[in-house]
């Protein structure tokens, strides 16, 4: 099983600011890496998509890159809609997999 | 519109049995793998199983295998995932999404609790 390992566990950011979260996969999921938005009450919302395709109607602010074992999301400048709960996820390998999330919070 | 509904939570005791229904909308349902994530009470998401999108292959997280089990309608743009011998720590909100590599259409979630 491939362990999805996110730092940091909550990171505070003003809005404006740039945030930047890590994934990191115990063995390689080559691209094959998504990343998910997640608010209080509400379903998780697809984001990135093979490491770094964002997914429809996601804002560019968003980005990811990284491949094989170490991945990351960039929040050019954070909106107030923006404060959440972040997941990757692999599908490299079965079973599928997510990191335990990070919750961006304002500062 | 594009829209996942489930339904069949509730609450159930240890050892106890529960289906679960996703009815799909606004898209070809036949056309797309189909999968079930939970999520514990203030917990992070879990994988719990993925449907090919004929039906032939089913895949299962080794938590839940030997007592879950995923299935399909296409006809009927049903998703079903039967829930056996329950435990206390199968305790989540079900989502049914839409894919694996990139679940791009997620339902509300049904909540099952699990508890005597």
């Keep these: 099983e491939i362990v999805m390992t996110q730092s940091p566990a909550t990171l505070s950011v003003s ?3 740039r945030a930047t979260l890590s994934c990191r996969a115990s063995q390689s999921a080559s691209s094959n890496l998504t990343w998910y938005q997640q608010k209080p009450g509400q379903a998780p919302r697809l984001l990135v998509y093979g490491a770094s395709t964002r997914a429809t109607g996601i804002p560019a602010r968003f980005s990811g890159s990284g ?3 170490e991945f990351t999301l960039t929040i050019s400048s954070l909106q107030s809609e923006d404060f959440a709960v972040y997941y990757c996820q692999q599908y ?11 919750r961006v919070e304002i500062k | 519109e594009v829209q996942l509904v489930e339904s069949g939570g509730g609450l159930v005791k240890p050892g106890g049995s529960l289906r679960l229904s996703c009815a799909a909308s606004g ?3 036949s056309s797309y ?7 514990a009470p203030g917990k992070g998401l879990e994988w719990v199983s993925s449907i090919s999108s004929s039906g032939s292959y089913q895949f299962y997280a080794d938590s839940v295998k030997g007592r879950f089990t995923i299935s399909r309608e ?3 743009n049903s998703l079903y995932l039967q829930m056996n011998s329950l435990r206390a720590e199968d305790t989540a909100v079900y989502y049914c999404a839409r894919g694996l590599s990139g679940m ?3 339902g509300q979630g049904t909540t099952v609790t699990v508890s005597s």
């Design chain 1, 15 to 17: 809005p404006g600011e």
């Design chain 1, 67 to 69: 491949s094989g074992t």
């Design chain 1, 92 to 102: 490299n390998n079965w079973p599928l997999t997510f990191g335990q999330g990070t």
């Design chain 2, 27 to 29: 898209f070809t349902f």
């Design chain 2, 33 to 39: 793998t189909m999968s079930w994530v939970r999520q």
């Design chain 2, 74 to 76: 296409n006809p009927k």
């Design chain 2, 104 to 106: 791009d259409v997620w």
